[in-house]
Nanobody, 123 residues
């Protein structure tokens, strides 16, 4: 069956860095795109970053531009999110998802998501 498994979350001090990983498996055809979302308590879901796994095109949420970088390793069926200069506002559960977003003019459908990994930024 399809599985998306996130890892790499944890507690980090403001200004610190973390790298999240999303390893996916069980797809008949590998997903053409993957995104990282986050949701903090009492807040709505926010698209953090997305990547087309074929051509590498990316998209970032305004609040993370210049600080976060999404990348993929198709050989390992893994998508990464490098998060630098973290601040307390980045505290949330982060999860990867296969669709429901656009990159440029292309809309990617899909509804598989992982269980999430908690990121807490605090001194």
């Amino acid at each position: 069956q399809v599985q998306l498994v996130e890892s790499g979350g944890g507690l980090v001090q403001p200004g610190g860095s973390l790298r999240l990983s999303c390893k996916y498996s069980g797809f008949t055809f590998s997903p053409s795109a993957m995104a990282w979302y986050r949701q903090a308590p009492g807040k709505g879901r926010e698209l953090v970053a997305a990547i087309d796994t074929v051509d590498g095109m990316t998209k970032y949420g305004d609040s993370v531009k210049g600080r976060f970088t999404i990348s993929r390793d198709n050989a390992k069926n893994t998508v990464y999110l490098q998060m630098n200069s973290l601040n307390p506002e980045d505290t949330a559960e982060y999860y990867c998802k296969t669709g429901g977003f656009s990159i440029g003019s292309i809309y990617y459908s899909g509804d598989y998501r992982g269980q999430g990994t908690q990121v807490t930024v605090s001194s």
